[in-house]
Nanobody
Framework: VQLQASGGGLMQAGGSLRLSCVVSGRTFSNFGMGWFRQAPGKEREFVAAINWSGGSTLYADSVKGRFTISRDNAKNTVFLQVNSLKPEDTARYYC?????????????????WGQGTLVTVSS
């Protein structure tokens, strides 16, 4: 299973980005997906998750109302729309694929990880 994330970049505070992650090597529509992030010097943290159909989503409190996770099962792709960016959103963002169909938040549930895409937010 391979996960290829893209869409990161250098943004000013208040800006928006759309992160994408294309998954290959498994039946994408059978499983949930998630996004995590790791800021310099900090531990990796959960950001958002979505179930197999897209009908159920979960978010970290720090991103609720600003980030939106979605998926296109026909394109084997999960997205993370990030709006109203803050400097504290600066991190490498990882997409991850769990071994479950539901929306999961615990990193140990996720079997596969992408290489990450870097988001840098300047004030």
């Amino acid at each position: 299973v391979q996960l290829q994330a893209s869409g990161g970049g250098l943004m000013q505070a208040g800006g928006s980005l759309r992160l994408s992650c294309v998954v290959s090597g498994r039946t994408f529509s059978n499983f949930g997906m998630g996004w995590f992030r790791q800021a310099p010097g900090k531990e990796r943290e959960f950001v958002a998750a979505i179930n197999w159909s897209g009908g159920s989503t979960l978010y970290a409190d720090s991103v609720k109302g600003r980030f939106t996770i979605s998926r296109d099962n026909a394109k084997n792709t999960v997205f993370l729309q990030v709006n109203s960016l803050k400097p504290e959103d600066t991190a490498r963002y990882y997409c991850a694929a769990p071994h479950t169909a539901g929306a999961a938040t615990r990193s140990e549930v996720f079997s596969y990880w992408g290489q990450g895409t870097l988001v840098t937010v300047s004030s």
